[in-house]
């Protein structure tokens, strides 16, 4: 079983940048991939980017790319989502997921374990 909770989100006006957290309690296998997904009101949860436990490899959808960094510390347990040059468009509540395999996947229902969320806001 894996806990997963998210912290760091806000309210940033465009341009602005935020680091999000989320921190694992539980065991994370080394063979577990880890997902930020994001969802706007009206609109579907979708992946944002994704990173690989056992190598870091990541993988990013291609509206942040250049923009949001996605990184891992193994002794903390917790994966970050650096935003950078954020716009309007990328508000929304943001989760966490976590999953078992080699590759991210890019459909939500494919995680086991999701996080609460954590809203995060651009003003204009």
């Known amino acids: 079983q894996v806990q997963l909770v998210e912290s760091g989100g806000g309210l940033v006006q465009a341009g602005g940048s935020l680091r999000l957290s989320c921190a694992a309690s539980?065991?994370?296998?080394?063979?577990?991939?880890m997902g930020w997904f994001r969802q706007a009101p009206g609109k579907e949860r979708e992946f944002v980017a994704g990173?690989?436990?056992?190598?870091?490899?990541?993988y990013y959808t291609d509206s942040v790319k250049g923009r949001f960094t996605i990184s891992r510390d193994n002794a903390k347990n917790t994966v970050y989502l650096q935003m950078n040059s954020l716009k309007p468009e990328d508000t929304a509540v943001y989760y966490c997921?976590?999953?078992?395999?080699?590759?991210?996947?890019?459909?939500?229902?494919?995680?086991?374990?999701w996080g609460q969320g954590t809203q995060v806001t651009v003003s204009s």
């Open positions: 997921a976590a999953d078992r395999g080699w590759v991210p996947g890019l459909n939500a229902k494919s995680y086991d374990y």
């Open positions: 539980g065991r994370i296998l080394s063979d577990s991939v």
């Open positions: 990173i690989t436990w056992a190598n870091g490899r990541t």
